[in-house]
């Protein structure tokens, strides 16, 4: 297994997604290729799709597959990027949201306030608004804005306006910094580092996750066979509700997870981060 990055769910969603021998799936966040390298290892062939190319690099040495192909792009166009390479119907597809373990270590992306950094979150460098534009750039309304819709934050305008106040003097410019401004803000809650939330909340800004995967979840229904499968791993409320939602009013899918699973306390012990994992399935009819 790779150490940088342990595979959430990977029995539910191995077992979720029906894998069999011979048949076709996407993965349309294939990361470091945890859950991938699952299902190729039960004799399935799988279309590796992801939008940051450092991490398909590293996967294509890691993981040289014949049955294995990889796409860089984003999801939100998956339906053009998968019929590029195929005009097979799917016998199921993974999106497992967010971010791998290896991006939030790597100082390169500036995402974690963990590993004090140069702020910047874009998961795709063809992005041109980093996380340190928004920080510095964006009014204290709308970081305030920002913190509450997607942090559910009550502190936020406290934040909002700490962030304020220190950019006057100098650009907010690293991941230490803003964690410790967060923090002098935010009491630490439990276990959670007070900065947890608003990161997450500037990642998903900076790469428009929630308009990606909004865009994306339709596609998912043409590209399926009849009793292919969908398999969404989300870590964020707003994701989450996403999901529920298109999987409830999709006519084409029957709900093969009332309520979603939820990783087991001993798999958050051994894998902290998966710990807010809700895995929600869907089959087409
Ligand atoms: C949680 S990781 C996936 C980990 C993978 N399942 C594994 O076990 O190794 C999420 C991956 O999705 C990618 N990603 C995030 N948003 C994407 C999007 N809109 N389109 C394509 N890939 C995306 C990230 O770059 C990251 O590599």
New binding site residues.
């Given amino acids: 297994m790779?150490p940088e990055?342990?595979?959430?769910l990977?029995e539910a969603v191995i077992t979720g997604l029906n894998v069999t021998p011979g048949q076709l799936y996407l993965?349309?966040?294939?990361?470091?290729?945890?859950?991938?390298?699952a299902i190729l290892k039960r004799g399935a062939a799988v279309i590796g799709?992801?939008?940051?190319p450092q991490?398909l690099t590293r996967?294509a040495e890691a993981l040289p597959d014949p049955q294995l192909t990889l796409i860089e792009?984003?999801?939100?166009q998956?339906s053009d990027l998968v019929r590029q390479v195929t005009s097979q119907p799917l016998a199921g597809i993974?999106?497992?949201?967010?971010?791998?373990?290896?991006?939030l270590a790597e100082p390169s992306y500036g995402l974690s306030f963990q590993v004090d950094a140069p702020l910047d979150m874009r998961?795709?460098p063809h992005l041109t608004v980093n996380a340190r534009d928004l920080v510095n750039g964006l009014s204290q309304k709308e970081l305030t804005h920002l913190f509450r819709l997607y942090a559910n934050e009550p502190q936020a305008a406290a934040m909002a306006r700490a962030i304020g106040f220190k950019r006057r003097f100098a650009p907010i410019q690293r991941t230490g910094e803003l964690a410790e401004l967060i923090a002098s803000v935010n009491p630490r809650r439990g276990k959670l580092h007070p900065a947890t939330k608003v990161f997450q909340a500037l990642r998903l800004a900076v790469?428009?996750?929630l308009d990606?995967?909004t865009a994306?979840l339709p596609q998912t229904v043409d590209l399926l066979q009849p009793h292919g499968r969908l398999a969404v791993?989300s870590?964020h409320e707003g994701e989450d509700r996403l999901v529920k939602q298109f999987m409830k009013h999709e006519s084409h899918f029957n709900i093969l997870t009332k309520k979603p699973i939820i990783p087991t306390a001993a798999e958050i012990a051994a894998n902290p981060p998966s710990r807010s994992a809700k895995l929600r399935l869907v089959e087409k009819l």
Avoid: C, K
């Avoid at 990055?5 to 959430?8: D, F, L, S």
């Avoid at 792009?73 to 939100?76: E, I, K, L, P, V």
């Fill in positions: 790779n990055h342990q595979p959430v990977l993965d349309a966040t294939v990361g470091l290729g945890g859950h991938t390298q799709l992801d939008r940051d991490t996967l792009g984003n999801f939100s998956m993974l999106m497992d949201l967010g971010v791998s373990r290896y991006q998961l795709d790469n428009h996750e990606h995967l994306a791993i870590f």
